[in-house]
T-cell receptor, first 112, second 112 residues
């Protein structure tokens, strides 16, 4: 099946730890995006990549890092510098610019 | 700057009643417009989209939306709501060369 796979579905992190969220796609889409979702705030853009080996900061990139070494993969690392990381994280892909977004099922990160 | 507003944070309707969810945008040019639906703990699913042409667009699950340029609106409608429609609904806007901008979402509750 073509789609976007985010793993894990639930993730718990101790304060001061870095964690990496996985996003894999087999849709052959060029662009991949990471969003953070908090209750009542909609989706906020963290990082995006429109081509392999290139990525751009979104609106709330501080405390996060990404890589895009392969077209299929766009992992997001939540670093210890992110002061309030508990949230729902969504990965999305776009076939090209100005087309609709396709979403993964999300990862819920909780700091314990 | 581009922005999207969804004036209603939470709407409750009875099953079988009609539904209208409001979306207004602020954009310099005619944007591309989208409605997504999100069930709890899940990713977002595209309901419908408007790129050009007929201003009344049909989507999945019996939803439709109308683009009104004069009002900068793209309201989502359904003539008869089903209990399974209870979810969160996001309006999104995209303009050429710009990233998606999502509204804050409207949570729909359906009474039996």
């Amino acid at each position: 099946d073509g789609g976007i796979t985010q793993s894990p579905k639930y993730l718990f992190r101790k304060e001061g730890q870095n964690v990496t969220l996985s996003c894999e796609q087999n849709l052959n889409h060029d662009a991949m995006y990471w969003y953070r979702q908090d209750p009542g705030q909609g989706l906020r853009l963290i990082y995006y990549s429109q081509i392999v080996n290139d990525f751009q900061k979104g609106d709330i990139a501080e405390g996060y890092s990404v890589s895009r070494e392969k077209k299929e993969s766009f992992p997001l690392t939540v670093t210890s510098a992110q002061k309030n990381p508990t949230a729902f994280y969504l990965c999305a892909t776009f076939r090209t610019v100005n087309t609709e977004a396709f979403f993964g099922q999300g990862t819920r990160l909780t700091v314990v | 700057a581009q922005s999207v507003t969804q004036p209603d944070i939470h709407i409750t309707v009875s099953e079988g009643a009609s539904l209208e969810l409001r979306c207004n945008y602020s954009y310099g040019a005619t944007p591309y417009l989208f409605w997504y639906v999100q069930s709890p703990g899940q990713g977002l699913q595209l309901l419908l989209k408007y790129f050009s042409g007929d201003t009344l667009v049909q989507g999945i699950k019996g939803f439709e939306a109308e683009f009104k340029r004069s009002q900068s609106s793209f309201n989502l409608r359904k003539p008869s709501v089903h209990w399974s429609d209870a979810a969160e609904y996001f309006c999104a806007v995209e303009s050429y060369g710009q990233n998606f901008v999502f509204g804050p979402g409207t949570r729909l509750s359906v009474l039996p």
